[in-house]
């Protein structure tokens, strides 16, 4: 498919992906430098290559863009990456300005496009959401309201890193800090300036009657949805939060506390901490539950300090197991749309996606797998509201070049391409193929592959060679290699 690139990757990871960034302010051209390189980072090339003029303007350029560049040891180098994608431009003009339908229908309500803000911080209040409005998010899961306000540590946040960003992250935050009637003014006042805004009040009760009450008042307020959080790992206490999300007896009797309360449409949030969550997502709809949401956070322990042998977040040497997102545990969210998805009991239901998506590369993978659409989180905590502009422009044209007309063309594309491991076929064999145009000779596949593989692999006259008769097809080799010299489309064998 169109889309990736023969771009220098460790160029554009340098930048720092600036808020009012300099390169752009010091073009001579009237470009968006930063603009550009923010789609590269979030994999939307042909929507960057696209933005740019006919002619290459940054060729003959003396690059102030580089000059203002705030990595002032070694700046970006912005012309030969501009260069790079304009070489890449051409033939891009076949996929056209044929409109693409971006919205969704979901348990009833009208959803502009699939890119919602989900249950925390991002979405703690008027100001927040209504900026994400403004910019383009078709909606926002308020952070979860309560009969009680919590009381925060701090620090509460930890992150593995790894570039400029982190893959990894971990929270010990609980739920809204403010009063009840604080967040159901900021419900109604959002549906006043954003009557067309889809707001879902996600809800956490310490019984039925709570339960019941709060999905009653964010109906009242003006909510179009209801999400019981049954999922929180930072809300052990008095049996809250993800203790709820283990027990189908208990999440099918708060289900329906809430469903006496309101008549909108009720959304479970599920947990990730389960062998299977098949069994809550029945309950929910035993319950009442119109639809699903999921993931939450899985929960976790890390940052060890090898000093202090204290985990991070520390607070004060303590800290405790807390709740882990971010792109790392975007494998653990698709299994487990795609086990909703295909739930016995309940074929296809509605579901509201999320867990570790940071592009519309991201967010497809989850339609393809049922997800209905999808909620973000730590994505915007590190990058700000901004990645909107990527992941729609990104969507829209993957739907053109696909010739899809709608969103919803994409639901459960993949499902049926996911099966049981005893039922795949094991009778042949797939070789690797090698390039060795782009080989470097580094020996990283053979060491692997002598290492920690089936020893098919040796090293002559400075590049790889392969035994076909000692190699299984376990494709080691592909994935360590550091110039992508090696792929996994050579010859298929029958098993020897």
Known sequence: MIGRMALPEEDVGRCLLCHEAPCTAACPHGLDPAGLLRSLRFENEV????????????AGCDAPCEAACLRRDQPVPIRRVCTALHGEKAGLEELGEAPVDLSSTFCGVKLE?????????????????????????????????????PREASPRYSALSGGNG??????????SCDSVEEDLDIIRRLKRDYPAKVIIASIMGRDEAEWTR????????????????FSCPNMEQDGLGVDVGQSPETVERYTAA???????????????????????????RRGGADGLAAINTVKSIMGMNLDTYATSPAVRGLSGVGGYSGKAVKPIALRFIWELATCPGWENPPISGMGGIETWRDAVEFLLLGADHVQITTAVMQYGLRIIDDLLEGLALYLREKALTRVTDLKGLGVENVAALEDLERESVLLPRFDRS???????????????????LTMRNGRPVMDPNACVGCHLCVLVCPAGAVSGYGKRLGRR
């Not at 929507?47 to 940054?58: F, I, K, M, V, Y």
């Not at 982190?166 to 739920?175: D, P, V």
């Not at 008042?217 to 949805?225: H, P, Q, S």
């Not at 782009?438 to 098919?456: I, P, Q, V, Y």
């Open 438 to 456: 782009r080989c470097l000779g580094c020996g990283r596949c053979c060491l692997s592959c002598r290492d920690g593989g089936h020893e098919a």
């Open 214 to 229: 709060l999905a009653r008042l964010v109906e009242e307020a003006g909510a179009d949805m209801v999400e019981c959080n």
């Open 47 to 58: 929507g960057a290559a696209r933005r740019l003029p006919r002619e290459d303007l940054c």
């Open 166 to 175: 982190f893959y990894g992250f971990k929270n010990i935050e609980q739920l």
């Open 258 to 284: 809430a469903r006496r309360g309101c008549h909108i449409p009720l959304l479970a949030k599920l947990t990730p901490n389960v062998g299977d969550m098949r069994p809550m997502a029945l309950a929910a």
């Open 113 to 149: 496009n699939p890119f919602l803000l989900s249950s925390s911080v991002v979405a703690s209040s008027y100001e927040k959401i209504a900026r994400a409005f403004d910019m383009g998010w078709a909606g926002a899961c308020f952070k979860t309201i309560c009969d009680f306000i």
